[in-house]
């Protein structure tokens, strides 16, 4: 950790320091020709021996005992690092660790940028922006601040991660389970008490010292526990242990782990004194999928508002031309049939809500107001052009029809429609059938395409009534007419001021356009 954590050191193996008298215990037994047997039990004579004699008085290798010297060495290790059992709880799978292990090796423009990819900066931000400029902001603040991360940095990072890994794989070992063995009577993680060790049986607890083995090799006594219990406190905002209490236990430990006397003592109570011990060695890579979950926060959250954005819009779009957002008159082609594609894991309809607006807007405007102006202007209108007449007639007439095509596409999928029925059948099918769900997804597809055939056409030609409609109202505000040249004609046998006329459908089917534009599809051939 940047100013805060030091990357680990090289752990220290607990079978280091046998030098070449472990190894040539071993050749002695494959290349001199020995009894296997014979060797092992001198080696546990040899062993048992040094063990008598050892200035740690943990072991007494004729009984088979633990001492109390031994529950006392665990005793002081676990009274030093019992506050830290219930600060650094679930540490070592907590997100907000790993967290803040990597921000505090960012520098203050990197803090700055981060705060900006969060979901209160980027939301405030969206009351302001357009969805297209946020996007932009959010991708130039990810790639700068991915860029400060490189290689080398994560590197550290990572390192600095597995130290406290270590750390807390140390603190959390079950020095409590232990003890109790030598003392039933001790309370976990109170020290109030004076406890009475006698020595047991040494099987009773080897497990435990394997077990304890595999975190006490892989802590790195040389770090720099001052800044990393630094770090600590401000992550826990409390002190996770005493550093002058740890400072001085750390030469005991040290001691412990040269003089290899808890790998010995292990070694004679399993009667194998060729027993090897592995560290449990940190290798996390916290890095990549820190940044991963900011690319997919952020991207979800873009996507979100995107959306909230759209849905708010085709709401007041739906009011502007309908009266209200809710909008349904497709008898077939649903949502609530959607509901057996869902179930096939099949996205099923696409585009109701659109044929939906689209059937509501054609039967219950276009064929009564629309077609009641135009029909007076096809009919009545002397017009400038014949080519502006014939355009706006050949959209009309377009859009008249396909009201006449959306009633024959949904009734086309009713059970005892053609599409209907093909559709059911190959739904009862797919899940027994591979082919047929292939066919199913096809039907879909080719259902869907359909549907977004009617979107765009009908687009396409609301449009272009729209844009004669316009020029009518800026014909109207003329001098000289030039669109069409009886103004006050038409005028009369509608019985309606026009250019008010004119603007309220013009309104109407502008709003109209904006509201399939949210559902036209570019045609991909």
């Known amino acids: 950790m940047a100013n805060k954590l030091d990357a680990p050191g090289k752990p220290q193996s607990g079978t280091k320091g046998e030098g070449g008298g472990f190894l040539q215990r071993l050749f002695n037994i494959f290349l001199g020709g020995g009894d296997p047997d014979a060797e092992r039990k001198k080696q546990l004579r040899l062993l048992g021996k040094d063990l008598t004699h050892s200035r740690f008085k943990f072991y007494r290798p004729k009984s088979f005992e633990a001492l109390p010297g031994l529950a006392r060495f665990f005793y002081e290790v676990y009274k030093t690092v ?37 979901e209160p900066y980027i939301m405030e931000q969206s009351k302001t922006k357009a969805t297209k400029d946020l996007q932009e902001q959010v991708k130039h603040d990810m790639i700068n601040f991915f860029a400060a991360i490189d290689a080398e940095r994560s590197t550290q990072i990572d390192g600095a991660y597995n130290v406290l890994l270590t750390f807390i794989n140390f603190t959390n070992f079950d020095f409590y389970f232990l003890l109790k063995k030598f ?26 010292m394997a077990d304890f083995l ?47 006397i808890l790998e010995q003592v292990v070694r004679h109570v399993k009667q194998d004194p060729y027993m090897l011990f592995s560290p449990r060695l940190a290798n996390e890579r916290i890095v990549e999928p820190y940044i991963d979950k900011i690319k997919n926060q952020t991207t979800m959250l873009i996507q979100k508002i995107s959306q909230e954005r759209r849905s708010s819009k085709i709401e007041e779009l739906s009011k502007a031309v309908f009266g209200t957002s809710v909008i349904l008159r497709m008898k077939n082609y649903t949502e609530k049939a959607n509901l057996v594609y869902a179930k096939k894991m099949l996205g099923g309809y696409i585009q109701t809500a659109a044929l939906n607006y689209l059937k509501a807007y054609l039967m219950d405007y276009f064929k009564k107001d629309i077609r009641e102006l135009v029909d007076v202007l096809l009919i009545r209108g002397q017009w400038g052009t014949n080519i502006q007449s014939q355009q706006l007639s050949d959209s009309y007439h377009v859009m008249l029809d396909m009201s006449d095509q959306i009633i024959r596409f949904d009734d086309n999928l009713a059970d005892d429609g053609d599409m209907g029925s093909r559709l059911r059948n190959a739904v009862n099918k797919a899940d027994r059938d591979k082919d047929a769900g292939k066919y199913l997804r096809q039907l879909l597809k080719d259902t869907n395409d359909m549907a977004t055939a009617i979107v765009n056409k009908s687009a396409v030609n609301l449009i272009t009534i729209g844009r004669h409609l316009r020029g009518m109202i800026d014909d109207l505000s003329k001098p000289h007419h030039e669109m069409i040249l009886n103004w006050r004609e038409i005028e009369n046998v509608s019985g309606k001021p026009m250019k008010e006329h004119l603007t309220q459908i013009y309104k109407k089917i ?13 045609d991909k051939e």
Request: proline share 3%.
């Open 510 to 522: 502008y709003y109209m356009v904006q509201l399939l534009q949210y559902y036209v599809k570019e």
């Open 214 to 260: 595999e975190v006490f090799m892989s802590l790195n006594l040389e770090a720099d526990w001052k800044r990393i219990f630094g770090a600590l406190k401000e992550y826990r905002n409390i002190d996770v242990i005493q550093i002058d209490t740890w400072q001085k236990l750390i030469p005991a430990l040290a001691e412990v782990r040269k003089g290899q």
């Open 183 to 208: 003392d039933a009577n001790i309370t976990e993680r109170s020290f109030a008490y004076n406890p009475r060790f006698e020595p047991i049986s040494a099987d009773y607890i080897a497990d435990d």
């Open 82 to 118: 019992a506050p830290a059992q219930v600060s650094l709880n679930n540490a070592a799978s907590s997100g907000v660790l790993k967290a803040f292990v990597i921000e505090s090796f960012l520098g203050a423009e990197q803090k700055a940028i981060l705060e900006r990819l969060t």
